[in-house]
């Protein structure tokens, strides 16, 4: 009764290669342990360098795999922003399927391009916004889609951290050089390192459209070239309004990602530091506290489920759903079939809004905050 | 050994007068509760007649009260808001002490008139922003005070309330009528009604002075003729910057006001539906709640105290602390001599930065938020 | 429209004496606030002195005081519990009422006798559980009657502080000096001081009348004479189990009083440093927090809230309902009608079962901890 | 630059084999996933018949894995209580490693024969208390051990769960069916399944040896065989004493595992359901929220970390903690040196205490709650 390769026997995995995330970056080790946790990936191939020609390293290797016939089948860039796109070009040519950081690119121009090149290709292009994946995300999401909130008038969204509160890229930490490098992050500093996570989880969890936002972008430490803090006033699509705020320089702050929202029947409130709940709260009635796994969780959360309600799951299991979902459509794709309809991952339009909103950011604090539409 | 009049035996109470807060009005019950905790008054004098004379009525009673040897020394002014300015120019002008509900008037214009008028009748005029009572925001203020929080760079403070999320003004809710009309409440709604508490617990706390701000009001109640939400950005001297965001539509809201203040070493976090504590954050340090009467609760909050740590105090003794801090300066007045420092409680300052809030927020929303300088 | 004599209009107000409770007596004060909250009562006549024959004293002022057509109607009592009875019976047998701290006596047998005179006298006798007074506390007991709760398994409650942790009896410190002193403490130490509150409480609450017990009582402390912990397993009629845990030695704890109480159906979790709110799950349901003057607050709360839901009521508040209702029974009294059917105090009952109970608790420690039966 | 086998080349992987943990074993899919996160073991053989000679069938395998060259190092064994001894002696006699399923054994005569067996087999042998491996759980150990609680005086522990809150092993749901029968649990109950867990876990943090208890196991729900609630009364080595608790009928409990740990000096706080914080009070100090991750966070904790502070870790992690450190042992073993001091996880030795810990409370609570000494 012995069984060998136990889990292939249970569903074949999938061959994963892995550009960037090198020794002393956070989110390669994350993206690792996601794909490994529910046993769809094998990690086959890797191109850590940190060096300048990493673009031709991930050439090489993408060209090499594609030759292997059993080369990878999809591959994670972990890299610094600007590398995302001219990565992800080399291996959907060879149609490998991504699975791309965020921001999805440096620029918006860039990202339109690379937008092209995936349709063209017809590869899976998955962005890591993360924490769409989170099981109280997906019932959010889902209270929202059935109606229970009525309708959304108020967005409430902010991410606040405290890492970048002192000039430590100047003392060569290596996180904060990059991201505060216009060169290698874009132009957006904690906007698009945790602003475009917000408004994606805003976006996800409502649906609703951002028509346009009125900004002020500030760099709060001196001699830091990108914005450390970012105040944002949002105007939806159907008359919702909204607050986003980002802020890498906000004292005692570690991961405080926070949601919320307000509808005409009732609101929704979820923390990232406390992922395992979602108040919900009925006008006239009381506030509910409704757990992952819990009695009254639906489906739509219930299917991300590791382990019973009470004992928490975290980041990296909600990084490893958006891995477990992006598997299920490369093993449809690859058995010739459509995709169960409740696997969703954020991809390219995501990725695209995410510069959109970047880019209206910059261009509406340059305007002293004048409000500014996003263009897609 | 019995002790007849008790308490006058300790400290010769004010006789206080009262004009509005009759039934149905919470606000007057509160400040009769605040007036009476601590035993420095006696409420000897009232009208509460809501009809439309009510200005007349009150002439009456100021000129009787001046006359007699036994008069009022001090009246509270519990009306709506615009009503405040002409019954308070009745009795200041009697030389009687004022205690005005907040805002304090109903156009900045009304309330450069009032402000003239008390300086030249050298009464004592508070405002009743009572937020500033609670002993854990007075340990906010001395905290900032002395440095513990470095460089203030951001102010994120909020007001969220829901009971104006349907439109019950359209059933003749009594306390929703009157704020909801601008003849009334003046130009604000939410604005008048909470963001000014909001505001002037920023201001109160971080001592900074506001230059600019740029606001979104908006009524997203069908039919309503005020703001029910407003987002505001702020610019404070100095350099720092915020949000405010005020509501009164805000499902599941009950009475949501929270102020986070982050400086370069430290930041605050206090929330007035859990005042007793106050959450302390080091950058480098971890979070520490500072308890109201607790060992590390400085003098600033230890001389509003009157249970022991871990006994909550509430609403009507934060009010309570803004009454029994007018009590000592009217005593200290009365024996010619000048209060004690510590002794503080908002007043015509407050009241004249909370209408110019107003005035700028609505003039910045009519601008499409462009940035306004407050007008003082 | 000028009025004088506001309140007196409104209410007569009863003439209340007070007997102990002097300087650095922390409870006097709570009382006295108690008292004038909701203006129900004067305080017109006190013996304050700590000295030895206060006995003596408050029976002169017992005598003088029923002598005046002018007297007091009512009497407050709080001293150290040996004067309770004492003190007590001076006023009774005058046909003064009182209202006595906890907990009610020395010793059982002197509660008993107690008991025989205010049965005679026919006066109304109050003791200040102070914590039934929580309006969530009503709303708790008030699920348990309707049976939203099912049947009730399980009761655990705890009563935990630390300001005992060091031996501060040993400098002088005056609170400490009489509560770790046998003579005038009785019994128990945090039995009697705090342990009595928590059982009370869970009475009040379930209704469930207590069986046996078996206790484990210390004194960390060395030197201390009577128990700074104690840990208390319980069996109630009908076959509830539960654990009671008090102690003033648990550093960190301020007044950390809890009680959850678990049924077939739902379970309740209130907690004194926060008592706005009353955590109601449903098996099988979510979490829900009710509100003190929230929506789904019933009548039982409703009925002692002073201000909107969100505006926290504290620790003298709930005192205060205590002293308020006790003002409906006296008042219906001298009207001679009966009071309001939800007009509810503690009083001689539960002292009787409180002092049975610490009774209980050191004989079943000195036991080694035998399951003993409360001995009414 | 491409790399074939990457994780292989960071640490060569140890091969495992799983007796148990079929279908509908949750904690089978759980042991599965812990062993993956990290990357140190390769499932290679499994054996998760549920039928009677399941005993036989693991005797099998064990004589196949251990002819094989390429055999299996260690087992997770992760059957019912009944079935651990049996099959553990099938793999350890050939020298196989093993981690076990808590509690250890079925009896504690069972479980001193196995110790036996694996003293004399030199294999390594784990235990699955899995909370020890949460790292604010090591972070709590390592500041008792470093006296920053001064002397321990409390220690508060309860694990409350409600999922057996109704007799649902009469509807044949498989978990509740092995774990409500004595005959597969052993004597206890949720003692067994939830109370050795909480006494590990205190033993674990508190280093303290628990000399004797009291204790009232009940079942509440017609029928049930073993105690689905007990409260238990402890006294520990050097005069500590504390209160345990585990329920499966806490309605409204998920997995509310908590410690609380009070010295002469501080005080400590953790909660399963939030598990990246713990909370630690000083005497005279404020509470302090010590994260997992975070920068006062010590080296016992953060050698666990696998992503920032903020970003939560949950469940899953913590057991692969408890994998990640048996896994270093084993490689140690392979490689002749001692594994780094640091390294800790359950064994033998908690096995045994928490198997005389079920002992006693049983025979305690035979006796009507007679004080018991833990007979190892």
Known sequence: MAITGLHQARTPRIRLGMVGGGRGAFIGAVHRMAARLDDHYDLVAGCFSADPDRSLASADMAQREARRKDGIEAVAIVTPNHMHVPVALQFLRRGIHVICDKPLAHTLAEAKRLARAVESSGVIFALTHNYTGYPMVRQARAMVQAGELGDIRLVQVEYA???????????????????????????????????????????????????????????????????????????????????????????????????????TKASLDWRQEEPNSLLYSQLGGEQRRITRGGPTAGTASARLVRVPAGHPEGYVEGFANIYSEVAQAILARREGRAPDPEVTFPGLADGLEGMAFIAACVRSSARNGAWTALAL
Not at 162 to 170: K, Y
Not at 175 to 182: F, K
Not at 200 to 224: C, I, K, Q, W, Y
């Open 161 to 263: 951290q405290d890492w970048l509160a002192e000039p430590i890229e100047q003392t060569g930490q290596k996180q904060a050089l990059w991201r505060t490098d216009p060169a290698q992050s874009g132009a957006g500093g904690a906007l698009g390192d945790i602003g475009t996570h917000a408004f994606n989880l805003a976006r996800f969890v409502t649906g609703l459209r951002l028509e346009a936002l009125s900004a002020d972008l500030h760099s709060f430490v001196p001699g830091r070239r990108l914005d450390d803090n970012s105040h944002v006033l949002m105007r939806f699509a159907g008359g919702a309004k909204g607050m986003l705020w980002c802020s890498q320089i906000a004292t005692g702050s570690e991961n405080g990602l926070r949601l919320r929202v307000f509808g």
